[in-house]
């Protein structure tokens, strides 16, 4: 096994590519809980993962947890907290993809809005407006084949192209761990660190902290290469 300071260069540079979300508005919308419920069931998958995944996409910065457009519709407009809570809880880490989100929070909606009558509706605020989006990819001009170049990158580039290598790139399911972690185990051949950066949940803390903990494990195998290298 080769000491991880004694890895040369990648024959496959990673090259950041960053993106931009282009909005199209269905024409449906949700004007309380029951309707909220029945659009879940109808609308497009990439719908759901525009109200749900891509919300990262539009505040990079988020505190709390899990935050989605159907859990803030429900807080805001209709202002059931209960519901909003629990809508506000689903990890889309925790599942297998776009349409098991969807059958998570239809259950839940539904599981909700059983047992009352009348069903929480807006009184005096605005309905939910469906909406889906396409990702156009945007070339940054940065790429990196050795981990002090990707180090340098990630620190620079958008956080668009956070957003497309890491939680994009898991909704796709072409890549486990995402993209980062697929290349700096597969090109630098540092299994360990590639692991590390996979486990990171990138619904925590949104784009922001995804960079930040990147980074930070970055900066811990580069210092263990400096250690290496001084014995």
């Known amino acids: 096994m080769r000491l991880p300071h004694l890895f040369g260069p990648a024959t496959r540079p990673f090259t950041f590519v960053?993106?931009?979300?282009?909005?199209?508005?269905?024409?449906?919308?949700?004007r309380d809980e029951r309707e909220l419920m029945e659009e879940l069931e109808q609308i497009p998958a990439a719908s759901v993962y525009y109200h749900t995944h891509s919300i990262f996409l539009r505040h990079p910065r988020i505190d709390g947890a899990y935050p989605n457009d159907f859990a803030n519709w429900v807080a805001t407009q209709v202002r059931d907290q209960v519901l909003a809570e629990r809508l506000a809880v689903v990890d889309p880490y925790m599942l297998g993809g776009v349409e098991e989100l969807r059958e998570e929070l239809v259950s839940i909606v539904d599981s909700h809005i059983s047992a009352l009558n009348p069903v929480p509706r807006i009184v005096f605020g605005d309905p939910l407006f469906f909406v889906q989006s396409h990702l156009l990819e945007v070339p940054t001009g940065l790429e990196a084949t050795t981990l002090p170049d990707f180090r340098r990158c990630l620190a620079e580039v958008d956080l668009s192209a956070v957003y497309l290598h890491t939680l994009h790139a898991r909704v796709r399911g072409e890549v486990a761990g995402g993209d980062f972690a697929h290349w700096i185990g597969r090109e630098l051949g540092r299994d360990l660190l590639a692991a590390a950066i996979g486990r990171i949940n990138p619904y925590l803390g949104g784009l922001a902290e995804i960079r930040h903990e990147t980074l930070r494990l970055i900066d811990a195998e580069l210092e263990g290469d400096h250690g290496n290298h001084e014995r």
């Not at 960053?18 to 949700?30: N, S, V, Y």
């Open 18 to 30: 960053g993106c931009l979300e282009l909005r199209e508005i269905l024409g449906r919308r949700a």
